[in-house]
């Protein structure tokens, strides 16, 4: 181990791939991270030429699948959703 997480970490623990959160702090810096996930995971996709039903697919099997997997255990605040409406709604 080489860091304690607690309360005052700005970095929370990651524990099997989830986040496991103490305080607001942390919770908006998981709410970033995911949206820089998704931001890197569109880039490659958005000059592929793709019709509306193959950015949708990608969309929904390559892309948004990881955040999926993380909402799990988050609890995200409504302007995070307002924001990936808006990433999802740019590259659809």
């Given at each position: 181990?080489?860091e304690?997480?607690?309360?005052?970490?700005?970095i929370p623990?990651?524990?099997?791939g989830?986040?496991?959160?103490?305080?607001?702090d942390?919770?908006?810096?998981?709410?970033?991270?995911?949206?820089?996930?998704?931001?890197q995971?569109?880039?490659?996709?958005?000059?592929?030429?793709?019709?509306?039903?193959?950015r949708?697919?990608?969309a929904?099997?390559?892309?948004?699948?990881?955040?999926?997997?993380?909402l799990?255990?988050?609890?995200?605040?409504?302007?995070?959703?307002?924001?990936l409406?808006g990433k999802?709604g740019?590259?659809?």
């Open positions: 181990i080489t304690i997480y607690d309360r005052t970490s700005i623990l990651s524990y099997l989830y986040f496991i959160i103490h305080s607001p942390q919770a908006k810096y998981v709410e970033n991270k995911l949206l820089t996930i998704i931001d995971g569109f880039a490659p996709h958005f000059d592929r030429g793709l019709s509306y039903r193959g949708a697919t990608v929904n099997t390559l892309v948004l699948s990881k955040l999926w997997y993380y799990r255990l988050l609890n995200p605040s409504e302007s995070f959703f307002r924001k409406d999802i740019n590259f659809i």
